[in-house]
């Protein structure tokens, strides 16, 4: 089917990316509790209200004094403190540290006023009276002073941040019980094709069972969003309009496989005219992944990919990936690149740039890269552990082992 396209035909990579990122927007912020914050991604800068630690604090079991009253102390020489006070973890100091006297201290209380440094117990002798110390210490010795983390006032995280572990227990020790993230970017997958049958189906002639739906779910799902499957939907104009139609209802995002090619069933591109959708781009200067479309219907993305999984994947990672990161939120939302030898040699020419999925190797301390001996559009098992996906440079030739070519990784 011929069209008079006044939209943009074979894009490069990074402009198919920039033109998507200035069509969409953001999805909107809710109040997230820490207990659903688990890889959220923040939707306001965090600042500190108080110091962590709040207070000078002891790192080890030891005792408390003022580093003067031991500068001459030695093993010949020891010299013996009074025992005044002892602080577990938790309690309060209620006396002040004065000359030749000492607190017992654990690990995390407080330094009583008046000392200045802490002794680990190993390296004294003690009675509950008095400890012996043996060597002189430095004022300032042993203590975790109050803000040594964190000072109040610091920006401790910023908007568009995924929230890890470890940034879920600092929010808990300032004191946040919940924190303003971005709604999770929602997503809906159509497959098209008269030739798929649903998971679980008898293969009858000419028929495979359909794939796409699961593993752009699952993928999409490892990246925070909530993605739900459309289902099937035959090589029928009528059909897949409805489909788009139905699945911008509920989505920020409509992602179709199959149809976007030149072929006589090829007929997204002609569901979303008879929509009235806002066409962008069609086919993308790479492979696998040349078969793609982009277009806005009623504010919402619509990425048309391609059937062949390995394609499909290819966009979704190279051009989806991002765009689909910013409208989630996140501060970073590019893949990271890096330089990394082939571990094998690649055999074929490559006109255009060329993907390939494959897996980091770390060997001799530097990075290599390795990948499948079979690379097809139609082929799904070359991305079964894929951690890295290589580029090679549009006019390239057959490659050799040890080539350093570019990566990218989330």
Request: charged share 25%; aromatic share 6%; hydrophobic share 40%.
């Given at each position: 089917m011929e069209y008079n396209r006044n939209y943009p035909v074979r894009l490069e990579i990074e402009e198919a990316v920039e033109l998507l990122l200035r069509k969409v927007g953001k999805v909107s912020t809710e109040q997230v509790s820490l207990d659903e914050a688990d890889g959220r991604i923040l939707a306001e800068d965090i600042f500190a209200q108080e110091d962590i630690p709040p207070f000078d604090r002891s790192p080890l079991d030891g005792y408390a004094f003022r580093a003067k009253d031991v500068a001459a102390a030695d093993r010949e020489h020891p010299v013996a403190l009074k025992i005044i006070e002892e602080l577990p973890a938790g309690t309060a100091p209620s006396r002040t540290v004065g000359k030749r006297e000492?607190?017992?201290?654990?690990?995390?209380?407080?330094?009583?006023?008046?000392?200045?440094?802490?002794?680990?117990?190993?390296?004294?002798?003690?009675?509950?009276?008095?400890?012996?110390?043996?060597?002189?210490?430095?004022?300032?010795s042993n203590i975790c002073r109050a803000g040594e983390d964190?000072?109040?006032?610091?920006?401790?995280?910023?908007?568009?941040?995924?929230?890890?572990?470890?940034?879920?227990?600092?929010?808990?020790?300032?004191?946040?019980?919940?924190?303003?993230?971005?709604?999770?970017?929602?997503?809906?997958?159509?497959?098209?094709?008269?030739?798929?049958?649903?998971e679980g189906s008898e293969l009858t002639p000419g028929k495979i069972r359909s794939t796409n739906g699961r593993t752009i779910r699952s993928l999409s799902r490892k990246w925070g969003m909530e993605t739900k499957i459309y289902g099937i939907v035959p090589d029928d104009q009528e059909s897949i309009a409805r489909a788009v139609a139905d699945c911008a209802e509920q989505a920020d995002v409509v992602i179709t496989t199959g149809g976007v090619s030149v072929g006589d069933y090829d007929l997204v591109e002609a569901a979303l005219r008879q929509l009235g959708a806002e066409l962008l781009f069609w086919k993308i200067g790479m492979k696998p992944g040349m078969a793609a479309l982009a277009a806005v219907y009623q504010g919402k993305l619509i990425l048309g990919l391609s059937g062949n999984p390995s394609a499909a994947l290819a966009t979704l990672y190279m051009v989806g990936h991002p765009v689909l990161n910013y409208m989630a939120g996140r501060r970073e939302y590019y893949l990271k690149k890096c330089q990394v030898r082939m571990l094998r040699d690649f055999p074929k020419k490559s006109p255009q740039r060329r993907f390939l999925p494959g897996k980091l190797i770390l060997q001799n301390g530097e990075t290599w890269f390795d990948f499948g001996s079979r690379q097809s559009n139609g082929m799904l098992n070359q991305w079964a552990?894929?951690?890295?996906?290589?580029?090679?440079?549009?006019?390239?030739?057959?490659?050799?082992?040890?080539?350093?070519?570019?990566?990218?990784?989330?």
């Open positions: 000492a607190v017992k201290l654990s690990t995390g209380a407080p330094i009583p006023p008046g000392a200045d440094c802490v002794e680990k117990f190993e390296n004294t002798e003690f009675t509950d009276e008095q400890v012996k110390l043996f060597a002189p210490m430095k004022s300032g964190i000072r109040r006032g610091d920006k401790v995280m910023e908007a568009g941040t995924e929230l890890s572990a470890a940034q879920i227990g600092l929010l808990a020790g300032l004191g946040f019980t919940e924190v303003r993230c971005f709604a999770r970017l929602r997503a809906a997958v159509i497959s098209t094709g008269s030739e798929l049958l649903p552990g894929c951690d890295m996906i290589a580029e090679i440079p549009a006019g390239s030739g057959p490659m050799e082992k040890g080539s350093l070519i570019s990566a990218y990784y989330e």
